[in-house]
């Protein structure tokens, strides 16, 4: 049997609990009421909103601001499509500078490496390693191989710029070898193995040459 007073205590609780509860559903009641006024409220706003706004455009001076801001888009993109256009021909045209320089001092060096008889010829081949003896373009002249085909590098893309690194590491190689020339006497006899040497090199860098623009 519950005393007296553990029943009114139970009372007490059940009679709060019924209280809250009251009192938390008239609460949620009323904020979902004022949460359906304030949203009605907001679509009235973005309704007279809307309409203002198309009531601006459609005047003249709406009329002007559209206008203004297209034409000034469409300039500021066609102004970057004309630099980006300027900017892929001035690189497509030093690409062709630095393919003709390297495949012209290429042919020299294969030309008179063919005909050199002494350490001396072969130094005077081996020149154009570091620069032209006929440019093409003059200022490449005084731009060493490797440097052009660096340049080159910068320009290009895919299985090319490989061959382009390719080739620096081969004209790397032809570099030290005219450099142990130095050592020699140009009225030396060319030894038959150097000349096979350098003409390898030669050729190797020949055979990684980029022959043409986007190829």
Not at 83 to 88: I, K, L, M, T, V
Not at 136 to 161: H, R, T, V
Request: glycine content about 4%; proline content about 1%.
């Amino acid at each position: 049997m519950l005393s007296e007073d553990r029943k009114t205590i139970i009372e007490a609780e059940e009679r709060f609990r019924h209280e809250l509860k009251v009192k938390l559903e008239a609460e949620a009641a009323g904020l979902k009421s004022g949460l359906n006024h304030l949203e009605e409220e907001v679509k009235q706003v973005e309704k007279k909103f809307s309409a203002k706004l198309m009531e601006f455009l459609n005047s003249s001076v709406g009329m002007w601001f559209l206008s203004s801001v297209v034409i000034t888009g469409g300039a500021a993109a066609l102004q970057q499509i004309q630099h980006q256009y300027e900017a892929e021909q001035k690189n497509k045209a030093q690409l062709i500078d630095y393919q003709f320089e390297i495949g012209n001092r290429i042919q020299n060096m294969k030309y008179f490496l063919r005909h050199a008889k002494t350490v001396g010829d072969a130094k005077s081949a081996l020149s154009s390693v570091f620069k032209s003896k006929f440019p093409l373009s003059p200022a490449l002249e005084n731009q060493s191989l490797s440097a052009l085909y660096f340049n080159l590098y910068q320009l290009i893309d895919g299985a090319d710029k490989d061959k382009s690194k390719r080739a620096i590491e081969v004209v790397l190689d032809l570099e030290d070898a005219e450099v142990s020339l130095q050592s020699q006497k140009n009225d030396q006899a060319l030894s038959i193995a150097d000349k096979e040497r350098l003409s390898k090199l030669v050729s190797d860098i020949e055979n990684l040459y980029i022959k043409g623009a986007g190829q």
